[in-house]
């Protein structure tokens, strides 16, 4: 079996946004609210954050269990591990997520300033340069012949679009959200339809889950 490129549980705004603007420690998602842009995940059953018993289950659950099958590494952009810019000044930071990572995986970031690899939990963060077919190879490789998690945000995954690497993709779009700025996956998802299959459910979640796959 081949080893997919696969973009899993990415959330964007009505108008095709994944963060808004004004990125900082304090708020990941710039003016974007990621409490209301994840609330379908969060609702499920199977939230790996969930602390109290109950949950959601049906399509939301499925999609959010599926965040870990048969995923061997994770890429994603420099954006994605944190809010620094340029040369790195401050080796301390290892990204959002504390001391337990979400990913049990290696990690390749995306970044033109090297620094050097280290490991949280069962998780090694790797900084690699090279356009985006170069980032793949190594995380293929450290995948071990399982699938590879492209991670965002909304611009690494569209340049992999670009490259014309990607082979599924799950968007979740939250129709009561409009961020009118930010980082943007699309301006409309028939953009993809050129090359990908695209099935649109509804759940009674609120959201709209978009799964494409390789035509």
């Known amino acids: ?30 003016h974007a609210d990621p409490g209301t842009m994840f609330a ?25 269990r599926d965040f870990a099958h048969n995923i061997g590494a994770e890429i994603m952009g420099r954006n994605k591990f944190g809010p620094q810019r340029g040369p790195w000044q401050d080796h301390d930071w290892k990204g959002w997520w504390g001391e337990e990572p979400p990913f049990h995986t290696p990690v390749f970031v995306m970044t033109h300033h090297p620094r050097p690899s280290f490991t ?18 190594q995380a293929r490789e450290a995948a071990r012949g399982k699938d590879v998690r492209l991670g965002g ?6 340049q992999f679009l670009d490259a ?6 799950h968007v979740a779009v939250s129709p009561a959200v409009k961020l009118g700025s930010g980082s943007r996956l699309w301006e409309s998802p ?10 649109v459910v509804p759940s009674p979640s609120g959201v709209t889950h978009h799964l494409f796959w390789r035509r």
């Open 1 to 30: 079996m081949p080893q997919l490129l696969r973009v899993q549980n990415f959330n964007v705004s009505s108008d095709g946004f994944g963060a808004g603007e004004n990125q900082s420690l304090e708020r990941p998602f710039g």
């Open 40 to 64: 379908w995940a969060g609702a499920t059953a199977s939230w790996p954050n969930r602390t109290a018993p109950g949950g959601s289950r049906g399509l939301d659950d499925y999609l959010t």
């Open 120 to 137: 949280l939990s069962d998780t090694t963060f790797h900084f690699v340069g090279g356009d985006p077919a170069e980032v793949l190879a």
């Open 153 to 158: 945000g909304a611009a690494t995954i569209r």
């Open 164 to 169: 014309d690497l990607v082979d599924t993709l």
């Open 190 to 199: 028939d953009e993809l339809l050129d090359r990908f299959h695209c099935d």
